[in-house]
Structure formats: structure tokens, C-alpha cells
């Protein structure tokens, strides 16, 4: 059971940070529409 | 030697030691980083790797899908190393003892795959010898490429333009084991072989004293696991004495040369993000900063342990409470500063200790951000966070223009500056509150007043920089401390972590913008001392309300 615990709990952990990802993606990503496929346009 | 001449002798040989170093290594760390002939450019073991692992490993990533790599295969390799710990007792060399609990499993995986190194346990009663070497090992080799590859990335950011592209993350991280931490490793771990550090597969062997008393004595891979111990900035010891134990740091040679292996690697990134930015000044202004802060460190934390504040302080020369009289007041001085102004935390002393004032410096030098030089990596990475808030607000006070090495720092690189450098204190203080509020875990201190708080509060400054070492009286091996530190240190490291390759991808996508008459010389004395000033105001002064109630309360008392 303390295994299910914290297995659980770094799953979450990594989750959430996967989300911070997703949310900052928002943040930086408006710019890349200037590049495409790792250069410019 | 008087000790003022001893300590003068080893700050001067380990500058001199650094000096030689910083130019080849760092150029060989650019080179490893900015190899593109398609000839040279993977070695063949690297290739194996490459279609072992799937990857192709001559497209570059966007910053999001490196950062995915990086948080994917620490996330493996934690739940990875929580395995292999609760299976103990089922492998190979395991020396009979049994499986770590579950809550000590989940804190240890995630300190070693944080570069943290926070250790409840004592080593050699706890672990055996395949989990040493397989487990935490791979992971000091992991865990600081992780961090150095973080700071490539960024600097590929500044040194890129119009690109959303900053390098392969399985690439940059095969190179940094395979081309820098391992042949380094090797050679320092045959050094400190040389100078007396254990290396073996012995058990607990129980031999009879010189005074007729018994003593188990553990053998071990020792110097194998040493020198990436401290090359890689992470700190966790074989033994619970750490680099106190003679098995683990015989003699004031090895320890010179254990801190040299700590501090090498930061020093040297600077010339490397100098030679990748095309302006070798550039380093050596971030070098100048980080150097001011080590000597400063140095200083002060040798000058208050050299006073003579107590009666037993007066008649032993200094406060030698807790300190090796193989090492005496410089070489521990010198590696306490050494080992919490970069993310290590192997300890040669029990900083619980060093004098209040002393002790203060150790706590403020972690809360600074361990940027001087830093862990390999992110000691760099985050000076030049700071680097960018210090042209940012340079910018605001003289009217000059926002930009630093021809990227203009918008509201959107400073909204990331500004996560990051809230992201850590947030983390500290409150971990710190909630010990403090909740009456059992206050129940952990075993000091009453302003050092007990300063007990949990280094705690918490640790586990959140990813430094690993500890104020001794404090009882944190509990499932409520093992969890919240553990949870504390993933944030800890990779919240920071997603900040800065994402200002990496942020500042890659700009193109160049040439200096002008309104651009802030970012190599001058003037922007070193505005960067310490914005390390000192922004991120020192945060903090100073806990420091107060704790090491200041204690040392002014």
C-alpha cells in the first residue's frame, strides 16, 4: 500500500509539472509561428 | 604552518589548480556542445545508444520537447531507484540488509535524480553495495548531466536566433556522461584511490581497537563513487560521516583535491557559455561575479569559525566543535563555503556546528541560489536568470535599453526570470511555516529557540536548492518530513527547470538585435557589480526575515 502511495505521488508530481509545460507553452509558443521546422520563415 | 598560512596555501593552490583548468576545459566542454561535422559528430558507442534508445539524434528539439526529456526520464529514473531500494534484499551484494522503507525509498530516489543528495539514512547500514554503485552512482552521473545540459540549452537560446530549436536533449545528455563526467570521474577516482580512499566489496567487519574496545569498520566502492560525488555536485556520502570519514577523505591533500573536483565544473561552464555566445568577456564577467561571492563566502565563514567567542573556543584555537583536526579551521572552512555555494552538500564537518554566524553564511550562501560557481549547471543557469532581471531593471533605473547578449528581454523573459527566482523562496519558506506550524513535526527539533528554527529552516533551504546537506538535530527521517522534502525537492529542481528552457526557447525564436548607443555593456565592472547587487537585493534580501529569527537571532544573542 505505501508503495501504490508513493508511486502515486510522483506520477502526480510529474503530471503537474507536464501541465506547467502545457501552460507555458501558451506563454512562449506565440513567437514560433515566425518559424517553422526549426527555421524561419 | 600557523593556520592563517595553512589556509592561505590551500585557497591559493586550489585558485591555481582552477585557473589551469578553466581554459581547456571549458573549451572542451564548447566543443562537446557545438560538434556539427556529420564525420565526427557522434562517436560509435553513442550511435548504439541512439538506436537503442529510438532517438534520432540529428534533429534538434523544440525547448518543450527537450524539457519533456528531461522530466520523462527523471520521472523513470525515480520510480526506477524506488524499486531497486525496496528490492534490496533481494540482489546481489546486498550484505544482508533489507529493503529500505517505503518513505526513506521515495525521499532517496528523488534526491539522487535531483542532484539533491538529502540523506536520512547511514549509508553504510542502510545500503548495499549494488545499490550504491548501480543506483545512486547512475545517478550522479545523471542527474549533473541533466543540470548541465539545462544550461546548454539556454545558452544555445542566447547564442540562436530565429530558430525554435535548442539542441537534442538524449544527445546532449549521452555526450556530457560519456565525453566529460566519465573520463574525468575515472581519473580523479584512481587520484583519490592514490591518496587513501577506500575501494572494495568488503562487509562490516568487527576489529578490536588499540584500547581493547570493538569498532565495525565498512569497506565499499568508495573512491569510485567519490570523485563523481563531487565532480557532479551532489554530495551523497558512502558514509554517514560523509567527507568527514577518513575512508572517504583521508587527509587535507584529498580534501583539497575533493574541493577542487566540486567547484571545476561550474568555474569552467563560464568559459564555455562564452565561447558558445561568441564573447569569451561575457564569462568571464559571470566568473568575476561567482568569484566575489566564493571569496566573500570563503572569508567569512573562516573568520567566524577562527574566532574565539566561548570559553572552549578561546582554549582550542577556534571553534573546533564538530570539526576534523586532520582538516582544522581552513579546510573545513573552505569546503563548507565550497559545498553550499554549489549545489553538493557533501560535508567534511558537522555544520550544525559551526558557529551561529558561520552556519548563517552556510544557509545564505544555498539561499542565493548556489550560484557561485553553482552545481554543474544550474549554478550557471541561474546567475544568468539574475543576469537577465539585472539588465531589466539596469533598463528601468538609467533608461537603458532591455537587452543582453543581443536579445531584448520583454515582459515575457521577465515574467519567466520572475517565476523563477520566486519558485525557490516560495519553496523554502513555506516548508519551513508548515514544520514550524504543525506540532508534531515541531517536535523534530532537538534544539530549543533560534537554532532550532535555523534547524528546519536549513533544512528546507537545502531540500529546495537541491544542496543535500543538513544541520545535524533535526529528526527528519519521518513519513511527514521524507515526503514534503521529497516533494519539495522535485519541485525544487525541475519548476526551475521548465522557467529556464522555456526562456531558452523564448529568447532562440528572437533574432539578433545589434548593440547600440542605449545597450548596457553586459562585461564591464559596472554590470558585475549591478548583478551582485541584484543578487544581494532580490534574492538575499528575501530571505532575511527567517534569518533574522534564526542564525542572526542566535549570533547577536
Known amino acids: ?41 | 604552518m600557523s593556520t592563517a598560512a595553512a589556509g592561505w596555501l590551500q585557497a591559493g593552490l586550489l585558485m591555481l589548480a582552477l585557473a589551469v583548468c578553466y581554459r581547456p576545459l571549458g573549451d572542451y566542454m564548447a566543443h562537446i556542445f557545438t560538434t556539427d561535422s556529420p564525420h565526427r559528430k557522434h562517436w560509435r558507442i553513442e550511435r548504439g545508444i541512439y538506436r537503442l534508445i529510438g532517438v534520432d539524434a540529428d534533429v534538434d528539439q523544440k525547448w518543450s520537447t527537450y524539457l519533456r526529456g528531461v522530466l520523462a526520464f527523471s520521472a523513470v529514473s525515480v520510480l526506477f531507484l524506488y524499486g531497486f531500494q525496496r528490492l534490496q534484499e533481494h540482489l546481489l551484494l546486498s550484505l544482508g540488509l533489507p529493503a529500505v522503507k517505503a518513505d526513506g525509498a521515495f525521499n532517496t530516489a528523488v534526491s539522487f535524480v535531483t542532484n539533491t543528495n538529502w540523506q536520512w539514512y547511514s549509508g553504510e547500514s542502510t545500503m548495499g553495495h549494488l545499490v550504491q554503485m548501480a543506483g545512486f552512482a547512475v545517478q550522479n552521473f545523471a542527474s549533473s548531466a541533466v543540470g548541465i545540459v539545462v544550461v546548454i540549452a539556454l545558452i544555445r537560446g542566447f547564442a540562436r536566433s530565429r530558430t525554435d530549436r535548442v539542441g537534442n536533449f538524449w544527445v546532449d545528455l549521452t555526450r556530457t556522461c560519456l565525453r566529460l563526467l566519465l573520463p574525468i570521474s575515472l581519473v580523479f577516482a584512481l587520484v583519490l584511490l592514490a591518496g587513501g580512499v577506500v575501494d572494495n566489496f568488503s562487509s562490516a567487519h568487527t576489529v578490536t581497537t588499540l584500547a581493547g574496545r570493538h569498532q565495525v569498520v565498512t569497506g565499499g566502492p568508495v573512491a569510485s563513487q567519490e570523485a563523481i560525488k563531487e565532480l557532479g555536485t551532489n554530495g551523497g556520502g558512502f558514509y554517514n560521516a560523509n567527507s568527514a570519514h577518513p575512508f572517504e577523505n583521508p587527509n587535507p591533500v584529498t580534501n583539497l583535491v575533493e574541493v577542487f573536483l566540486i567547484l571545476v565544473i561550474g568555474v569552467a561552464l563560464t568559459r564555455t557559455f562564452g565561447r558558445m555566445v561568441g564573447d569569451r568577456r561575457q564569462g568571464y564577467a559571470i566568473l568575476a561575479v561567482m568569484a566575489i561571492i566564493w571569496v566573500a563566502s570563503t572569508a567569512a565563514i573562516s573568520f567566524f569559525e577562527s574566532g574565539r567567542h566561548s570559553a572552549a573556543a578561546l582554549a582550542a584555537g577556534g571553534a573546533l566543535e564538530g570539526k576534523e583536526v586532520r582538516f582544522g579551521i581552513p579546510g573545513s572552512s573552505l569546503f563548507a563555503a565550497s559545498t553550499t555555494v554549489t549545489s553538493t552538500g557533501a560535508v567534511n564537518t558537522a555544520h550544525d556546528s559551526l558557529s551561529p554566524l558561520g552556519g548563517g553564511i552556510a544557509i545564505l550562501n544555498m539561499m542565493l541560489g548556489e550560484i557561485a560557481p553553482g552545481g554543474t549547471g544550474s549554478g550557471l543557469y541561474g546567475i544568468l536568470v539574475l543576469a537577465v532581471v539585472t539588465v531589466f531593471v539596469a533598463g528601468l533605473m538609467v533608461g537603458r535599453t532591455p537587452e543582453y547578449l543581443n536579445k531584448k528581454i520583454r515582459p515575457r523573459e521577465m515574467k519567466l526570470a520572475s517565476l523563477y527566482i520566486l519558485t525557490t523562496p516560495a519553496l523554502v519558506l513555506i516548508g519551513t511555516g508548515l514544520a514550524i506550524a504543525l506540532q508534531g513535526e515541531r517536535a523534530a527539533i532537538l534544539n530549543p529557540g533560534a537554532h532550532g528554527l535555523s534547524e528546519i529552516l536549513y533544512a528546507f533551504t537545502s531540500t529546495a536548492n537541491n544542496n543535500g546537506s543538513a544541520f545535524a538535530g533535526l529528526s527528519v527521517n519521518t513519513v511527514w518530513y521524507n515526503s514534503v522534502t521529497g516533494v519539495v525537492m522535485l519541485l525544487g529542481r525541475f519548476l526551475p527547470i521548465v522557467w529556464v528552457l522555456a526562456l531558452a526557447g523564448s529568447l532562440a525564436t528572437q533574432r539578433m538585435v545589434p548593440a547600440g548607443a542605449g545597450t548596457l555593456p553586459t562585461h564591464k565592472p559596472l554590470f558585475i557589480g549591478m548583478l551582485l547587487g541584484v543578487v544581494i537585493l532580490v534574492v538575499a534580501l528575501t530571505y532575511f526575515p527567517a534569518q533574522a529569527l534564526g542564525p542572526l537571532a542566535e549570533g547577536l544573542s
Open chain 1, 1 to 41: 500500500m505505501p508503495d501504490v502511495a508513493f508511486i502515486v505521488l510522483t506520477i502526480v508530481v510529474f503530471a503537474v509539472l507536464a501541465l506547467a509545460v502545457r501552460g507555458v507553452e501558451r506563454l512562449v509558443g506565440t513567437d514560433s509561428a515566425d518559424v517553422e521546422n526549426g527555421v524561419a520563415r
